[in-house]
């Protein structure tokens, strides 16, 4: 890691940052100077950082500040090194950690040890997950009262309407799309295809297949990290809030994945378009989770608003062949790339625990050998099936409860995620709606 700031001696700042239960980079700034320091030794700040409301307040009540003498955790760094920080005008490096405490066990209440607990239980069974994320977000013009599409850097014109899958939607924006790649190629982000979707001045960008899901993780919170300081440096906003527009289509995340065995081969194929057992039992898993699961999916008050019937956001818990308008989707192509797309969640997740939620969730199908109802066929919106909840309150109250959360997060974690979602939901309701927009804008 030292080498890195060795062949970038223009780099005077490094920031450590690690992601909080909102998916939030809390960290510190520091001079280059003291940067071994960091790498030997690593840093501190309390635990409590890590469990803070979406205005990055205390938990009320939380045992993790007066209770326990608000103590701190040790941060170290993570095997992603240092980074460049390409949104910022000076040359600045970001050193990604996670915590642990005192005694060098990993600190419970870290989204990414979650994900990595998740990961060591498919790793003892000798598996491997595949993951991949898509991410939906809007380019916004928001100097004045209403939120608008930006003019374009190349016409000084704003698009009157949304075009799908246009070319001419890209190229509006070339300036900012070609830097953002080369900002993704220098922070070893694997981005793929970028194509505009159905909202006004919405555009979509897949990630890679990854066989190391902590990286996929990584890669999608640095994305938004990236996407939303670089659009701040071309003069507008970008943004991964479930729903910006009351009449524009939402932000999702969709979730692809497969799993390897010991030798690298797709447990999900069995030669044939209908997918291995395997397959179903994680498709059954996962949607036994489903309901359970919400508060992972859409973690924020206004994530509920992006969940009405036929605009591209599941409502209904099934699973189908090839159908954009289930939950659980199979897509069709070659049987060795067999794989389940998760198409519940919102842009405005935390990748971390969304990631560990659907990954634990298939994996406890796996070990119980769950089958699955028979896959549907003909639009979801219109047949009579369970209903994922819908509200904010439920989805807390079903992943306070739950048995099935239980058996992929620690107790600590459910414990500070519910008392920090009912801190927010108990001041959000003070709120009027332009500005439930204003904080959730720039913030997810």
Sequence with gaps: MKEWLREHPEVRTIRVAAVDLNGQARGKRIPARFAGKVLKEGTRFPLSVLNLDIWGEDIENSPLVFESGDADGLLRPTERGFLPMPWLEAPTALLPIWMFREDG???????????????ARYKARGLTPVVATELEFY?????????????SPRSGKRRPGADTLALRALDAFDRFFTDLYDACEAMDIDADTAISEAGLGQFEINLLHSDDALKAADDTWLF???????????????????????DQPGNGMHMHFSVLDRNGANVFDNGGSEGSETLHHAIAGCLRAMPDSMLLFAPHANSYDRFVPGAHAPIGIAWAYENRTTAIRVPSGNPRARRIEHRVAGGDINPYLLIAGVLGAALNGIEDALTPPPPITGNAYAQDLPQIPVTWRA?????????????????????NLILTKRQELHYMAELAPEEVVELYLDTV
């Design 395 to 415: 989805a807390i109250e079903r992943f306070e409860s739950s048995a099935e959360i239980a058996r992929i997060f620690p107790a600590g974690l459910i414990r």
């Design 224 to 246: 938004k990290l990236l996407v939303k300081g670089l659009a701040r440096h071309h003069g507008f906003a970008a943004s991964f809030m479930a729903k910006p527009y009351a």
């Design 139 to 151: 380019l916004i013009d928001d100097s004045g009262k209403d939120l608008r599409v930006p003019p």
């Design 105 to 119: 066990t990993p600190f419970d209440g870290d989204p990414r040890h979650a994900l990595a607990a998740v990961l």
